[in-house]
């Protein structure tokens, strides 16, 4: 197994170049002994010596180094900290980094290459004795500067993730059929309610009105069945596109319902539950016309092979 020589270790406050102590050719029949000092500062402090700390700058640097190291990428203040800080080998004699990400290798070696990156159990463990003993090995940190610098580089980190996510036109798609799918369920419940509510004041106007949308908005302009009159033939027939023959069987109906009366305050609380469904199918309604835009603007070919809606179900299941 590869000697180490150096350990990079990533930390919230900046990065630090750590100088492994141990002969090349014992790390690796070791590693038990690593595990065991990682706990203990005095016996760890014997493997690892700090030969250099590079704080960031701010909270703006430190979020840039953690996207770059995220992405396995190199930035400019880390080569500038690995140059100044590691000697330079040559093809003959290679330097053996310690990282913790073993992605980030590639990019290291591009840049320089007489260092080789080494990811393992031993450097995991090391790294792990860096961590726990952070604020005693690395100089100018106070007690705490590293829990703080933690919490506040996750909540930027995560904020500039989610940002980025929202960014995608995709995610609007998924969470528009999401909620399409939400309201059809939630519409089908209120509309049965405010039938089965309704139907024991006027129980005829559901087989003359199936629509649900339809009998919601009628029940809100008809109130009480013995309030229609011959002429309220023109507004019932507005709410039924213009159907002058269904508004006449809605008023007959209504003369000759065998429904029972109904209290002002039952009345009150049908009215304001069919409001409510009356409100909610409208919203579905503008939804769907803004993912079909949507759709039409992300995906106009899928949209046009398959619909839609079949087709903003294939990208939320594909992503």
């Known amino acids: 197994?590869?000697?180490?020589?150096?350990?990079?270790?990533?930390?919230?406050t900046g990065y630090a170049i750590f100088k492994v102590k141990l002969q090349q050719d014992d790390i690796g029949s070791r590693l038990k002994e690593v595990q065991q000092a990682a706990n203990d500062l005095g016996t760890f402090s014997k493997l690892v010596e700090l030969v250099s700390f590079a704080p960031f700058k701010g909270a703006a640097q430190a979020l840039e180094n953690a996207n770059?190291?995220?992405?396995?990428?190199?930035?400019?203040?880390?080569?500038?900290?690995?140059?100044?800080?590691?000697?330079?080998?040559?093809?003959?004699?290679?330097?053996?980094?310690?990282i913790s990400d073993k992605a980030l290798g590639?990019?290291?070696?591009?840049?320089?290459?007489?260092?080789?990156?080494?990811?393992?159990?031993?450097?995991?463990?090391?790294?792990?004795?860096?961590?726990?003993?952070?604020?005693?090995?690395?100089?100018?940190?106070?007690?705490?500067?590293?829990?703080?610098?933690?919490?506040?580089?996750?909540?930027?980190?995560?904020?500039?993730?989610?940002?980025?996510?929202?960014?995608?036109?995709?995610?609007?798609?998924?969470?528009?059929?999401?909620?399409?799918?939400?309201?059809?369920?939630?519409?089908?419940t209120y509309s049965m309610r405010v039938k089965e509510?309704?139907?024991?004041?006027?129980?005829?106007?559901?087989?003359?009105?199936?629509?649900?949308?339809?009998?919601?908005?009628?029940?809100?302009y008809i109130k009480d069945k013995a309030s229609i009159t011959e002429e309220s033939l023109h507004d019932i027939a507005g709410l039924l596109n213009e159907d002058a023959g269904v508004a006449q069987q809605v008023i007959d109906a209504a003369r000759i319902s065998m429904g029972q009366d109904i209290s002002e305050q039952d009345?009150?609380?049908?009215?304001?539950?069919?409001?409510?469904?009356?409100?909610?199918?409208?919203?579905r309604q503008?939804?769907?016309?803004?993912?079909?835009?949507?759709?039409?603007?992300v995906a106009p070919n899928l949209s046009e092979l398959i619909g839609e809606v079949v087709g903003a179900r294939l990208i939320s299941h594909a992503d």
């Open 286 to 297: 503008s939804l769907y016309k803004y993912l079909t835009d949507k759709m039409h603007t």
């Open 106 to 188: 590639p990019s290291i070696k591009e840049v320089f290459p007489y260092i080789d990156c080494i990811s393992n159990e031993v450097v995991q463990d090391l790294l792990r004795g860096i961590r726990f003993h952070g604020e005693k090995l690395l100089k100018d940190l106070n007690d705490g500067d590293i829990d703080r610098a933690q919490l506040g580089l996750g909540h930027a980190y995560s904020r500039a993730k989610v940002k980025f996510s929202v960014q995608k036109n995709d995610n609007h798609i998924i969470q528009a059929i999401a909620l399409l799918d939400q309201l059809d369920k939630d519409i089908n």
């Open 68 to 98: 770059d190291i995220s992405e396995g990428l190199v930035s400019d203040y880390l080569k500038s900290i690995l140059e100044l800080n590691i000697p330079k080998g040559s093809s003959k004699k290679q330097v053996n980094l310690g």
């Open 267 to 283: 009345m009150t609380n049908v009215l304001t539950f069919a409001e409510r469904t009356v409100s909610i199918t409208e919203y």
């Open 197 to 220: 509510w309704y139907g024991w004041h006027f129980p005829e106007l559901a087989k003359i009105v199936p629509d649900n949308y339809s009998f919601a908005k009628l029940v809100l």
């Open 1 to 12: 197994m590869a000697g180490l020589d150096y350990v990079l270790f990533e930390e919230p």
